[in-house]
């Protein structure tokens, strides 16, 4: 653990570190340490170093706060004017989830939870008062990282075939799945739809890339042949990987946000799902009507829906 702390530091507290130009190095009046003929000296410095630290002293936190504050803004306004959409839950309910699926979508959603704040509380650690409280969270993003990579495998794996892009996709994105309507309408989609599925190759793709940089984060050690081979330092390599673990962070977060609000306010009922796996008929007809249809024609409504009477 101690050896990632000059890394995370470095980010939060690279505020206060001043760039005259976006190609050249920090100047800090009054502090040898970080002159700019020592970090001139730094090797690969004009590769990803001026990068590495030009987007943590001017972007890094400014991108964080935007998505912080507009995206639930956004969730808010929508809300307040267009209001959830409220199915029936009456009637018949059937079994989309089996019990293994949310076990899986649960231990990942476990990681997520702890893993979004506490990388929030890193990154602005300056605000947060550093100390016991900061290194605690970190030590929190360490297990959140560990239960989302033991889920995240399974996961890609038993909805790779559900989450793979069809064509009428493409229209629930013309009308943005129904969202922006009061209208009770049918919305051409599978068992799940195409936001879910953008946010299924963030969340799985995305996600292993973010544990393999956090683990090189963490690490810190590398094949120095393989480094040669690819003409790379080993800080060459920490850089490019804090800066991908970062911008990855800031969709992944504005993503998860969008999950938690369609998941809990957009859809009245619809957490219900993944903690008994049914959704109504009324639901699925409407937000799912491929689906629905689909096990209609096939004859699985019936099986489906005592699956969810037990």
């Given at each position: 653990?101690?050896?990632?702390?000059?890394?995370?530091?470095?980010?939060?507290?690279a505020?206060?570190?001043?760039l005259?130009e976006?190609?050249?190095?920090?100047?800090?009046h009054?502090?040898?340490?970080?002159?700019p003929?020592l970090?001139?000296?730094?090797?690969?410095?004009h590769?990803?170093?001026e990068l590495?630290?030009?987007?943590?002293?001017?972007?890094?936190k400014?991108?964080?706060?935007?998505?912080?504050?507009?995206?639930?803004?956004v969730?808010?306004?929508?809300y307040?004017?267009?209001?959830?959409?409220?199915?029936s839950?009456h009637?018949?309910?059937?079994?989309?989830?089996?019990?293994?699926?949310?076990?899986?979508?649960?231990?990942?959603?476990?990681?997520?939870?702890?893993?979004?704040?506490t990388?929030?509380?890193?990154?602005?650690?300056?605000?947060?008062?550093?100390?016991?409280?900061?290194?605690?969270?970190?030590?929190?993003?360490?297990i959140?990282?560990v239960?989302?990579?033991?889920?995240?495998?399974?996961?890609?794996?038993?909805?790779?075939?559900?989450?793979l892009?069809r064509?009428?996709?493409?229209?629930w994105?013309?009308i943005l799945?129904?969202?922006?309507?009061?209208?009770k309408?049918e919305?051409?989609?599978?068992?799940?739809?195409a936001?879910q599925?953008?946010?299924?190759?963030?969340a799985?793709?995305?996600?292993?890339?973010?544990?393999?940089?956090g683990v090189?984060?963490?690490?810190?050690?590398?094949?120095?042949?393989l480094?040669?081979?690819?003409n790379?330092?080993?800080?060459?390599?920490?850089?490019?990987?804090?800066?991908?673990?970062?911008?990855l962070?800031?969709?992944?977060?504005?993503f998860?946000f969008?999950?938690?609000?369609?998941?809990?306010?957009?859809?009245?009922?619809?957490?219900?799902?993944?903690?008994?796996?049914?959704?109504?008929?009324?639901?699925?007809?409407?937000?799912?009507?491929?689906?629905?249809?689909?096990?209609?024609?096939?004859?699985?409504?019936?099986e489906?829906?005592?699956?969810?009477?037990?």
């Open positions: 653990m101690k050896k990632i702390m000059p890394i995370i530091g470095t980010f939060a507290f505020g206060t570190v001043p005259a976006p190609n050249q190095a920090p100047v800090h009054g502090s040898a340490l970080i002159s003929q970090i001139e000296a730094i090797p690969g410095w590769k990803y170093g590495f630290l030009y987007l943590q002293t001017h972007w890094i400014t991108i964080f706060l935007i998505v912080l504050i507009a995206v639930p803004t969730f808010l306004i929508h307040l004017i267009i209001g959830p959409k409220i199915f839950h009637g018949r309910k059937f079994l989309v989830f089996p019990n293994w699926q949310r076990i899986i979508h649960w231990i990942a959603a476990a990681g997520f939870i702890l893993l979004v704040p990388g929030i509380m890193i990154i602005y650690a300056k605000f947060f008062g550093g100390g016991t409280p900061v290194r605690f969270a970190r030590y929190l993003h360490d959140g990282a239960l989302f990579g033991i889920a995240v495998i399974p996961m890609f794996l038993m909805w790779l075939k559900d989450m892009p064509l009428w996709d493409i229209k994105f013309m799945g129904g969202y922006l309507s009061k209208e309408k919305i051409p989609a599978d068992k799940f739809n936001g599925k953008m946010w299924y190759w963030l799985t793709l995305g996600g292993m890339v973010m544990i393999i940089t090189m984060m963490y690490f810190q050690d590398f094949d120095i042949a480094l040669k081979n690819l790379l330092y080993h800080i060459d390599l920490l850089r490019l990987a804090v800066i991908v673990h970062l911008l962070a800031v969709i992944v977060v504005a998860f969008t999950h938690l609000y369609m998941s809990i306010f957009a859809i009245k009922g619809s957490l219900q799902s993944m903690i008994d796996g049914c959704k109504s008929e009324d639901e699925l007809k409407h937000l799912h009507s491929i689906f629905y249809k689909r096990i209609i024609k096939e004859g699985k409504d019936k489906l829906a005592e699956k969810c009477e037990k």
